[in-house]
DNA sequence: ATGCAGTCCTGTAAGC
DNA sequence: TGCTTACAGGACTGCA
């Protein structure tokens, strides 16, 4: 399940092996994506060449010439690859770029909750990007702005932590990880936070997603990378996953919990209830 | 306005 | 063994 340091590790796995081609032909899949790619699309894009990629917390812009752009969600099972055209094709490919060199650039979607847009025009991509409503990403937001998004929730802060147009990027692993390194527990109301505890805990987002993209990213299902190649990250994990098993830090049981319909996985020792207590605001290794 | 539950989708695993 | 059911969750819709 692709979050933000997936994200990045196949714009920075796809980077070198995609720019400066071209596109030459794309042919699509008869079944349909969350992000549907438009059939009038596949003639637009012939000719056009990869000028660079980037990301915006858990989209990716491949920007190409004249002005034009493809915006990718990859969902929860999506899989953006850059492969030699004669690679063996597996089930659930949805979209296939051909390019120049023998390439192709392929789409593939088990669960199909992804897609692949195509924008022409920046007023087309800001647009789009305005309809979604992003939050900053962790080391980009603001400390006191941060701080009065919790003030003025009552809902649970795991609820806001995954919530993208308050922050960007987290998804379920990594709220549960930076929770359980600043010592919050997810059910807390937002706005029971105290000034340090919601420091800590945007700090500690920052933290354990740089670690993650350190370690290419977390590979529990379907995640692969750019080149195909899976992450590291998930043998770094806290919480997330390990229900039943002792705490690395305190050595207590990790529970798991239903918050907003998404499990939620906590160690009872780190991880007080309390206001304050139990290692609040610390930020740990 | 707010926040929750339901929806989409398929593969995997648990349970009977 | 073979079936049914639950679960995984990012982003969106609809409802209270």
Not at 163 to 171: A, E, F, K
Not at 217 to 237: E, F, I, N
């Amino acid at each position: 399940m692709p979050e933000l340091p997936e994200v990045e590790t196949v714009v920075r796995d796809l980077r070198p092996l995609l720019v400066g081609r071209v596109l030459l032909d794309v042919s699509n899949g008869a079944k349909r994506l969350r992000y549907p790619w438009k059939p009038t699309w596949n003639r637009r894009i012939r000719g056009l060449s990869v000028e660079a990629i980037g990301r915006r917390a858990k989209f990716i812009i491949v920007g190409l010439t004249q002005d034009a752009s493809l915006l990718i969600h990859l969902g929860m099972t999506g899989q953006l690859t850059c492969v030699p055209d004669d690679e063996i094709v597996a089930d659930h490919l949805h979209l296939r770029f051909r390019l120049s060199g023998g390439f192709e650039l392929r789409y593939r979607d088990i669960r199909r909750f992804g897609g692949v847009e195509f924008h022409t025009g920046q007023a087309s991509l800001e647009k789009r990007f305005e309809s979604v409503a992003l939050g900053p990403e962790p080391w980009l937001m603001d400390g006191d702005n941060w701080v009065a998004s919790l003030m003025a929730s009552s809902r649970a802060i795991k609820s806001l932590l995954i919530d993208q147009s308050t922050i960007s990027g987290l998804g379920n692993i990594y709220a549960d990880e930076a929770l359980h390194r600043a010592g919050i527990h997810p059910a807390r109301q937002a706005k029971s936070l105290t000034r340090p505890e919601s420091t800590a805990l945007l700090q500690a987002a920052g933290c354990v997603m740089e670690e993650a993209i350190a370690g290419r990213g977390t590979t529990l299902r379907d995640y692969v990378g750019g080149s195909g190649l899976g992450g590291t990250h998930q043998h770094s994990l806290a919480v997330y996953g390990r229900e039943g098993e002792p705490c690395s830090r305190c050595g207590l049981i990790i529970i798991r919990i239903m918050i907003a319909g998404r499990s939620s996985h906590f160690c009872p020792g780190c991880q007080s209830q309390d206001i304050g207590k139990r290692g609040g605001n610390r930020v740990l290794p």
